[in-house]
């Protein structure tokens, strides 16, 4: 299986401040990478998809980057509603899909 | 828009058969356009894929779960189950089912509202 990384594994930030999340596969994935936002007691929702396409409906603060192995997902402008835990997913093996360990983003 | 929801027992015993259904609405569980998912999230931890099915075409599990795993389809009811043979307490978990579309990379656009599974006697 492609093992996912992502770091750190929790942060501290402010309402207005721009957060990077860091995702690294332990092989290439192209650009076969997706990244989710988790609330508590709540299912994962798709935010971008094959590294950098922003899903419709989210905001344009969210924006993702990256290819082969080591991709970022940036919050530019924290917002109340962003403190979440975040996962990044790939999909180059799409018969063995695996998640990185998240990224709780937690207010300072 | 398409809309899921996971139903079944939230406790289950250890060696016995966890059996769970999602339901799904706003789209024919036979569309050419999805995969049926089913991911889980044991407590405090992250998200582990379970398998898919792409119906009447295939399926495909996780190489760590296949030798337990079957998921079907039941076009009567436009839902799709997850059976976890001879669990243990390392199967409780938070179970979802998830579409992802059917062309290009798979993504989970959709989700299930998720359903604790506890493992225990």
């Known amino acids: 299986d492609i093992q996912m990384t992502q770091s750190p594994s929790s942060l501290s930030a402010s309402v207005g401040d721009r957060v990077t999340i860091t995702c690294r596969a332990s092989?290439?994935?192209?650009?076969?990478l997706n990244w989710y936002q988790q609330k508590p007691g709540k299912a994962p929702h798709l935010l971008i998809k094959s590294a950098s396409s922003l899903r419709s409906g989210v905001p344009s603060r969210f924006s993702g980057s990256g290819s082969g192995t080591d991709f970022t997902l940036t919050i530019s402008g924290l917002q109340p509603e962003d403190f979440a835990t975040y996962y990044c997913?790939?999909?180059?093996?799409?018969?063995?899909?695996?998640f990185g360990g998240g990224t709780k983003v937690e207010i300072k | 828009q398409v809309q899921l929801q996971v139903s079944g027992p939230g406790l289950v015993k250890p060696s016995q058969t966890l059996s769970l259904t999602c339901p799904v609405s706003g789209v024919s569980i036979t569309s050419d356009y999805y995969y049926w998912n089913w991911i889980r999230q044991s407590p405090g931890k992250g998200l582990e894929w379970i398998g898919y099915t792409y119906y009447s075409r295939a399926t495909y599990y996780s190489p760590s779960l296949k030798s337990r795993v079957d998921i079907s389809v039941d076009t009567s009811k436009n839902q799709f189950s997850l059976h976890l043979d001879s669990v243990t307490a390392a199967d409780t978990a938070v179970y979802y089912c998830?579409?992802?579309?059917?062309?290009?990379?798979?993504?989970?656009?959709?989700w299930g509202q998720g359903i604790l599974v506890t493992v225990s006697s």
């Open positions: 997913q790939q999909s180059y093996t799409p018969h063995a899909l695996t």
């Open positions: 998830a579409s992802a579309p059917a062309a290009g990379p798979v993504a989970f656009d959709y």
């Open positions: 092989q290439y994935v192209s650009s076969y």
